[in-house]
């Protein structure tokens, strides 16, 4: 007889859906992968600059030690050790895959990959293909899943939406309720194991970097049935955007690893030409403040200066809230070749080159370092055990998280070109782990009864019936807008306990009127209404996570800042003082207060008691309609949680 | 095997429809503007011409076989290829989408043409039989009477036009779709060349009709006496 | 700038089956504002020019920067993806209809799934022995790589199929974005391992014969990918293949 295939259910066909599903395939499993649309067509294709792998093409002293200190530390040391530090040393081999499968990364005169810098590192350690990276893997990797469709072991269900899990009464994960987005028939996959890759939640955000599938609701809709969700609160700040309308278009990190500058007029209010404006005139502030990083200091770090100098200074553009981004001092050829994707973007969105103009950028929501809590297993030696089935396990068995929809890597704040590497690590490390669960499960899905699946799918339908009738007087897409711009005002880059506590009331009120709503659209043929007040309905919910999460953490950790508890870090103060501090605590001394420069003692002992307090992994559980938060400890076992500092 | 049998099929047939576009289609239309043209040179060169072609043994069989039947066949394969697609330059403005349009219309055009042109010569041509006539006094009045009248004249000259655009863009496509032409630039480039061509042929066979037009021939024997 | 407001005017189809019509709208318009900003302003107030209250106009979009490829659509009679269309470069009152040449959804949305079926049939991946590590990918000069990015950035938009008096919904012809990735995967070292199959799977019916070099492909192609020289290089390609073939075989 034949061995039985394990049959996995990949939930978005994203970086992280992609790589999971080749992987799987490729350990003879068989997949069904479930998407909104053509997985060609998945968000992971706006992600520009590149990924992130400690090659040391350049001779430059990196390594893979390096990039996960680097990760670790521009993710303020809230991000569990051995999982970053696995994916990091994993990094290399990840980008030599992507290369055979003929991802077209830029390459030096050798033939060899070339890398760039990003933000938050003194390292050349980012592999990309022009400015559209993104769209590169996903495409490389969707060929990689038609090759295997060729052969019979997938199964596309393109124009599905996932709606909910199908969940036995042992607690296990069989398989997931989804519809099909043109007859809008629901129907349920059965399967050994489930994977959510859906991605971020950036719609929670009246306008955000993020394409429009981005509402968070599968995972919101995990949550709601039992998955632990973490650390909602750490939304990232993307320091440079286009502003604009319907939506905040990424201008990638990449722009200033290739050299572009940040500055605004030290005027405020100038009006002249940026090219008339002379060089003794303009203030690149970043430069000035981080000399070292300049920059390419971490977002959380640029996205806070540009507001600082924006709102607290008024020097933004024009007396506008936005800066410069100037790439004009660099080649045509040179910015055309590696910056082409995003140079045309603007172009095409404002109608001006930045060849020959700077470009006005601001910050805008753009990722989420949160997500479904997830389980691992380290090997001892901190690094991660692979055959482990608890590795990307979310709470619920047999669900398991990838991508951007899980919480684990990237900790307060994600480096750039670190997320396309999440994601394709995440998806290629769990197959390991979906595979060996699978193979240990008592009962298969085909030993359930029918009713659980039958139920499932009955619930679902009843639902969505439910929300095609609803007619109140609420237009669900103004009620979207109304949420997304509550959120954008007050839950964003500067954080405070009054605004976030309106903002709760807010979203309470926003779900009052939800009960209201008019389902616009009460045909039964490829009818998206009744899906997405589906969806806001998650996303409701999902903001509540992020705004209580906020709330609740009084500190400041990379995107996370709340200015009422900054603990004000002396302006000499040097990291090493502190990792000196310890040791000497550790070894019993007395730490005279004299043996450090006037305050810098003070200040550690705040950072220390404050990390007591506050290095914890935030926990949402639903209960009763609302969140209930509980912190967890952060797993610190390889390198000491210690005060940033970039200049 | 079925489905691929039908695809070499298809293969064999547009690229023999491209080939014989080229050989002998495009071959013969040239040598045929050129032979024609010795009417703008003189009257005996071109009758020698005529003469010369026409007293050619197997005469009738090197036309079947190297005018008619790849030229119908060249007519229905482009014919066919037609129904394949569907016009849409009023959409689409561009230059090249022009001449894929006019490709096309040209095509027709010269189809009606050649029923038209050897309806008045080869056909009574093949009806007379060989023995009956010197071809040339033949094919001479038969010419002298089409350019007498403004109608006619307008017709060769359709005719022509309509065959050298066809021949000459047919000639730039010939070259795209056997890859001789792979650059943007060489494209452009061998697209300027091939109107440069086209326009050469067109005044060639122009030329022709002017000169029929202003000076009929006298139709006599064709060896001069001094032979 | 000041708000104005702008006439779009929808050619709506409420199945696949059934007749298409008009509707007009009357929306707001913004300063750099683009047609799915427009879009999206009708679902919110989903009232015609007439003053009716009707369904939302439905549509695909998902990235809105010109990436991935869904909210092609026809505007004002031209293929191009709604993203990028600024309401204020367009002429009005602007017309807005689905794609011609693909199965109609409903209203704005086609199906284009003949495009990937496509993909399928010229073998448009490369056959690796597993994404285990076993090393480094092959050596690549930076200007092989510079082309076969251009080709990459193909997002199967479908703009170079709608505008392309070859390609109809009743033929089988495979159009200028398949040849287009028939050539990526020719050009990269591991990917020419399977040239000869990909060739042969461009060369029958709707295969590269059947271009007829209208080039409208390389006008309307958002992402400026030369199409055309894919297509002359297919071209080239496959005549050596045939001519190799006849002679060889």
New interface residues.
Partial sequence: MPQRRVRAIIIGGGLAGLSAA??LC?RQAEVQIVS???L????S??AQGGINAAIDAKNEGDSPENHFFDTIKGGDFLAHQPLVRDMCFQAP?II??L????V?????????L?FRRFGGTLYSRTAF??A?TG??LV?ALD??V??H??NGQVTRFEWHEFLGLVIDPQGICRGAVIQDL?NNKIFTLKGDAVVLATGGPGQVYARSTN???NTGAAATQAYLQGARYANGEFIQIHPTAIP????L??MSESARGEGGRIWVPRTPGDKREPRDIPENERNYFLEEKYPLYGNLVPRDVASREIHDIVFNRNLGVGGEPMVFLDLTHKSREFLE?RLG?II??YR????QDPKEVPMRIFPAVHYSMGGLWTDYKDDGHGLIDHGSPRNQATSIPGLYAAGEVDYQYHGANRLGANSLLSCIYTG?MMSRAVINFSKNLGERFEDISSTVFDDAERYWTTRMDSLRRMDGKE?P??LH?DMGSLMLANVLIVRDNKALEKAYYGIQEIEERFKDIKC????H?????PSFINQLYCMIQLSKIITRGALMRDECRGAHFKPDFDLKQPSDFDPYEYLDYLEQKHQGEDVPEYAYPAGHLDYMKRFEENNRKWLKTTIANYQDGEPRISYEEVDTSVVVPRPRKYD | MGRLRKDQFHLLLIKTHSLTGLIPVGAFLVFHLAANSLRTVGVWQYKLSIDLINNLPFLIWIEIIFIYIPILFHSLVGVYLSFQGKLNVHRYNYGRNWMYTLQRLSGGVIFAFLVYHMGTTVVPKLLAGKEQFEAAPFLISVMNQEFQTLGGRVIYMVGIMAATFHFANGLWGFCMSWGILVGAAAQRNASLIFILFGLVLTVIGFATVVEFSMNPIEVQATVPESF | MEDKTVIIKIRQQDDPDSASYWQSFQVPCRHHENVISCLQEIQRNPVTLDGQAVIPVTWDCNCLEEVCGSCTMLINGRVRQACTALVEHLEHPVVLEPMSKFPVIRDLQVDRTRMFENLKKVHAWIDIDGTHDIGEGPVMSDSIRAQRYALSECMSCGCCLEACPQFTRDNTFLGAATFSQVRLFNLHPTGALAKEERLEAVMGEGGITDCGNAQVCVEVCPKNIPLTESIAEIGRQTSLKMIRDLFQK
């Fill in positions: 080749m992987k490729e909104f649309q053509f060609k067509r998945s968000h294709v706006c081999a030599h895959l290369d055979r499968i003929g077209p990364f830029n390459r030096t005169g050798e033939g060899r070339e293909a022009g559209t769209q590169q495409y060929e990689q038609r090759r469709e060729q043109r394409s429009t599938v604009g309308q319907d939506k278009r990424l070749d994707g045309d973007i095409k969105f404002t109608g290629l237009n897409y103004q807008q616009v659209d009460t045909t043929w490829s009818n998206p209404t």
